[in-house]
Each structure stands twice: as structure tokens, then as C-alpha cells.
């Protein structure tokens, strides 16, 4: 990738640059940020970003996405030559970054800087929503070993899932998430519910067979899909080879209708029949080739024949002891 802009230098108070030029060794820091995420924060808090990472001995190279897939080409190009790899911006720049790291093999730390509209994956993990601090946390964690997936030969970090309200993840527009949060899904997905038609799908769970016609399907490794759909804590390890499978059934019965809204609002969701939920490592899905999905919130196009697969503990996530 040629023309890549440098960072441009940051002004840090002279006891940081003591504090840092007296370590015995400087670690290098890859911050990829985007800088359009979420209300803009991640080109707002650069400065301070920096200057954190520099004041815990830190130097850092700074690189902003430019367009689709720069954070994946970055780790590959770059991530070789730094200690740690840092994605600041929502779900889809951890997953570029994360995809990269998966691409070139690299086995290095990994920080995420939530400063998207919703960031799930952040939620699930409990990382600090502040940036500064999430920043901080950075410098002061330790890495912990985290699942990530493969939708046949793409990455994705914490969800895959097709039908209702799926398009609304990743064609809801960039401003419009920036000013709405995770109500811009919302919105958008309830105005996609006239043409909302069930999928008949076959889904083949670790050698056990579900097939029908279901409303929306998704295999997840979060507690938040959206921020709207949760999962109760207890019931999502992110760490355990094992990914969730959530399938909503077709119906015209207003009672089941009913128990499903029900058991979504309880998180309960071995009380209705309307819904299958399931752990397994790997998934098979035949589906019509027409049924697009949405992995972490970005267009996938559909295929017939699709293989999910849960990679164990292959991401090395920073994360500060207690949060």
C-alpha cells in the first residue's frame, strides 16, 4: 500500500518524554484508528491517545483507515515491526485489524479503543466506553485469550447472522449511526419488517441436523448483537471454542409471537418454541444463495453452502485485570 499519510507529531508535556527516553526499552505501538467512527472520537482523542501510550514508554505509529479493509492490509504490512497492535474505532475496525492479525499469523497483543456507535464486542468484553481510560487500560493490562471465527475463508469477531434486521447493521448510513447509536438499528430495521420473509434453512450443529423456515439466524460470541439483542453473561464465554446459535422460527400465531417477544425481553430463550439456542464449534448452513448476512455489521454476500467455524483462542486481547 503506497501513500500512506504520517502521523504527525504531538505536543507532550516534557515529564512524559523524560518518563519514556529513561526506559531501557521503547515499545512500539501500531494504533490503526477511523477516524469517521462513531461522533468522530477516535480524530478528537488521537492527540491524548498518543500521548498516553508515549507517557507508559510507548512510541506509536499512527495509521487512519481510509477506506474498507486499510486497518486488515496495515496489521499485514506493518504489524511485524510493533509489540502491540492497538484498533481504535468501532466493531468493524476491530474486525479489519483482527482479520489481519489472522491473515499474516502474527501472535502479538491486541488492544481495542471502543469509539463506534455501538460496539458490541467492547460491551461484551467490558471494556471502558471511555477512551482515555480504555487508552490507560492499554498500557496496564495483560493479554487474554479470546475465540474468533471463520465464516467460510472471512474473519469475524463476534457475530454472523442473516435475516431480519441483519441489513440494517451494515446499510444504515455512517452519519446516521454517528448521531443515533445502536437506536439507528432500530429504526432502520423496523423499517425493513414489510419485507421480512421467512429462509428456509438447514443447519448442521456439530453433526446434529435444524432445519426450517426461520426469521433470522445468528452465530455469535457477544452478549450484544446491536446493543438491542442480549445474552445473559453467564450464557456467552468468550474464551470457551464455543460460539451461540440463536434461530428464530416462522410463525403466524399471535401467541407464539407472543412468548417470543417474551422470552427475547427476559433473555430467556429456552422458554419458547419459537426459538432454538444452542452452543457448538462449527456450523454448517444451507441456505439460498440469495440470503445475504451481515458479519460484525458489514455486507457479506450470500453463498448456498457455508462453514462457521469457532478459532480458540487465537486473539490476544489487552484487557486491564478487574474490568
Known amino acids: 500500500m503506497h501513500g500512506i499519510p504520517r502521523p504527525q507529531a504531538q505536543a507532550v508535556p516534557e515529564q512524559h518524554y523524560q518518563r519514556s527516553l529513561n526506559s531501557e526499552i521503547m515499545k512500539k505501538i501500531l494504533l490503526i484508528y477511523n477516524p469517521n467512527s462513531g461522533t468522530r472520537k477516535s480524530a ?15 512510541t506509536t505509529t499512527a495509521l487512519p483507515t481510509l477506506k474498507r479493509g486499510d486497518g486488515k492490509e496495515y ?6 515491526s510493533h509489540d502491540i497492535v492497538v484498533a481504535m474505532g468501532g466493531d468493524g475496525t476491530y474486525n479489519e485489524v483482527v482479520s489481519g492479525l489472522m491473515s499474516s499469523g502474527l501472535q502479538i497483543p491486541l488492544g481495542y479503543i471502543p469509539a463506534g456507535s455501538t460496539n458490541d464486542f467492547a460491551m461484551s468484553m467490558g471494556l471502558s466506553k471511555d477512551i482515555p481510560q480504555a487508552a490507560e487500560d492499554i498500557c496496564l493490562g495483560e493479554p487474554v485469550d479470546v475465540d474468533c471465527g471463520l465464516f467460510n475463508d472471512r474473519t469475524f469477531t463476534y457475530v454472523a447472522c442473516f435475516g431480519a434486521f441483519a441489513k440494517a447493521s451494515y446499510d444504515t448510513p455512517q452519519d446516521i449511526k454517528n448521531v443515533l447509536g445502536h437506536l439507528a438499528y432500530v429504526l432502520s430495521g423496523a423499517a425493513t419488517i414489510p419485507d421480512i420473509r421467512p429462509i428456509h434453512a438447514k443447519v448442521t450443529v456439530d453433526s446434529k441436523v435444524y432445519e426450517g423456515n426461520y426469521l433470522f439466524g445468528a452465530v455469535s460470541n457477544s452478549t450484544s448483537m446491536g446493543g438491542i439483542l442480549k445474552l445473559k453473561p453467564e450464557d456467552v464465554d468468550l474464551s470457551d471454542g464455543l460460539f451461540e446459535l440463536m434461530l428464530v422460527k416462522d410463525s403466524q400465531d399471535i401467541f407464539e409471537i407472543g412468548d417470543l417477544v417474551r422470552a427475547v425481553a427476559m433473555q430467556d430463550y429456552a422458554s419458547t418454541p419459537m426459538l432454538t439456542f444452542l452452543e457448538g464449534k462449527s456450523f454448517c448452513f444451507e441456505i439460498p444463495e440469495a440470503v445475504d448476512w451481515s458479519l460484525d455489521g458489514e455486507y457479506q454476500k450470500g453463498v448456498p453452502d457455508i462453514h462457521i467455524e469457532n478459532k480458540h483462542n487465537v486473539i490476544h486481547l489487552i484487557k486491564k485485570a478487574g474490568r
Do not use: C, K, T
Open 44 to 58: 478528537r482523542y488521537l492527540s491524548q491517545v498518543l500521548e498516553i501510550f508515549l507517557s507508559h514508554g510507548f
Open 75 to 80: 496489521v499485514i504490512q506493518y504489524g511485524a
